[in-house]
Each structure stands twice: as C-alpha cells, then as structure tokens.
C-alpha cells in the first residue's frame, strides 16, 4: 500500500531565509513524486516531479527537491524565500503497481508562511 | 488560453437541495477528475473519467454523481444523499487516464456550504 506523509503542518520562515518542507512516502513499488502549490482559494499547481530519471529534481520558482530511496523521502527545498512563496504545498505520490493505474495519494498538506 | 473553468466560485445551498457544479477544459485532455477538499487535509479522489461516456468512483464517491458525455466537459452533482457537503471542490484533468505519470492541471475551485 503507497502512503504518504508531509512531517509538519505549518512551517515559518523569513524572507531571503531558506524553505525545507518534508515529506516521507511509502510505496510497494517503484514511485513517482510529485509537488504541487497552491495559493488560497485556488487550484494546484505542479511545481516538479519525480519520475525514476534524476533524483535531484528542479521545478518552477526556485524549488528543487531529491528523491532519497533509502530514507524514502522527497523534501522540498528553496535557498530563499520569497514572499511569494506563501502557500500551502502538497507531496503526492503514484504507485504504478501491478494495475499501472497510477492512482495519487495526496499528503495532508503543509503551509508555507514566510515573515517579512 | 488553455486551462479548466469551474463554475460557480462561490456556492450555498439549504440542506435537502442538489446541486451541480461545471467543469470544462479546452486543453484536450482525456482524463478528469473531481477531488474535494477539507481544511487540514489533502485532496480526496471523488470521481473519475478516462474517456468520454465512461467514468468510475474515487475514494469517496458516495453521495455524488457525474456525467461526461462530452470530452471538455465533466459536471458534479453534489445529491441531498452526502451528508457533509460543505467543502471545497477542485476539478482537474490530465492528457492521458494514468495520472501517476504525468501532471494534472486545476481549476480555481468551487467553495460548496452548506447552510
């Protein structure tokens, strides 16, 4: 069974200060993982994926993540933060299994709030 | 420009009343999907569809029904039957049915209460 599960619910952070958000996954199988943002009251947005290439992973806005197998983590990294990056941020995980449906499991969220 | 409208933004609704909620897309995608959204947890998978005129249930199906007789558009019908509608609801679709591979676009949303 794939699960997934983002260590902290709220992170604060000043701006120009770097960003670590984490996230642990379970997976039977080979997984993909993803990040998606989302700003109040509106839709995600996919910020980077994982998907067996590279493990060092770079998305949009700055942010890059690495998929570590051996401690089955994807964390979420910026070097600086930008007020702009206030938002909540979803790790989400695929296990493509034997049915290679590729349903999404997605984390409980963790939000992001970066102080002036 | 290409994207996914949902309409209403906004919505209220007396206990016992349907409602349906619109989603269209012109990105040409195969696949849709409706999740909803509580505070404090991530997205719940309502229902799917991976092809025009077929559609199977998510995790939480019940209480809700869709309909996708055309490929840009995939209407959520929140019935009298869901018990705790107030929500937000976030429609999104992806180019092929194996979401897990690729990436999934949203909407804005759709704030449903309940009153």
Redesign the interface.
Known sequence: AQSVTQLDSHVSVSEGTPVLLRCNYSSSYSPSLFWYVQHPNKGLQLLLKYTSAATLVKGINGFEAEFKKSETSFHLTKPSAHMSDAAEYFCVVSDHGSSNTGKLIFGQGTTLQVKP | DGG?T?SPKYLFRKEGQNVTLSCEQNLNHDAMYWYRQDP??????IYYSQIVNDFQKGDIAEGYSVSREKKESFPLTVTSAQKNPTA?Y?C?SSES?????G??F????S?LTVL
């Not at chain 2, 404090?40 to 998978?45: E, K, T």
């Not at chain 2, 049915?97 to 591979?101: P, V």
């Open positions: 996914i949902q404090g947890q991530g997205l719940r998978l937000f976030l999104a049915g194996r979401a897990g591979y990436e999934l949203f909407g804005e949303g704030r």
